[in-house]
């Protein structure tokens, strides 16, 4: 089975930086791709930013020009740079992976705990 730990997150003010990141462990054949999504209080979960193994990046409209994701595909890690943060950026950050396993033979989405980001105005 594949484990995502994430970590960094934490209380900032509002302009701040933080740097999460995550990492994928356990039987693992490949990643297609790492991405973070993130949920605020009360809504839904929506997608925040992801890159493929080849290093193409997609970024959600908030995080465009604030946020930039980066893989260590050696260390099977992906960081997530934010800066400028908002207090709207406020909400429970979750790592994702595309990922095929022994386990199973397939791509499947697998999801990490989850790590607090909390940004004071």
């Known amino acids: 089975q594949l484990q995502l730990r994430e970590s960094g997150g934490g209380l900032v003010r509002a302009g701040s930086s933080l740097r999460l990141s995550c990492t994928a462990s356990?039987?693992?054949?490949?990643?297609?791709?790492m991405g973070w999504y993130y949920q605020a209080p009360g809504k839904q979960r929506d997608f925040v930013a992801s890159i493929s193994k080849g290093g193409n990046t997609n970024y959600g409209d908030s995080a465009k020009g604030r946020f930039s994701i980066i893989l260590d595909d050696n260390k099977r890690t992906v960081y997530l740079q934010m800066n400028s943060l908002k207090p709207e950026d406020t909400g429970v950050y979750y790592c994702?992976?595309?990922?095929?396993?022994?386990?199973?033979?397939?791509?499947?989405?697998?999801w990490g705990q989850g790590t607090q980001v909390t940004v004071s105005s």
């Open positions: 356990g039987s693992i054949i490949s990643i297609d791709a």
């Open positions: 994702n992976a595309e990922a095929l396993t022994p386990h199973t033979m397939q791509m499947l989405d697998y």
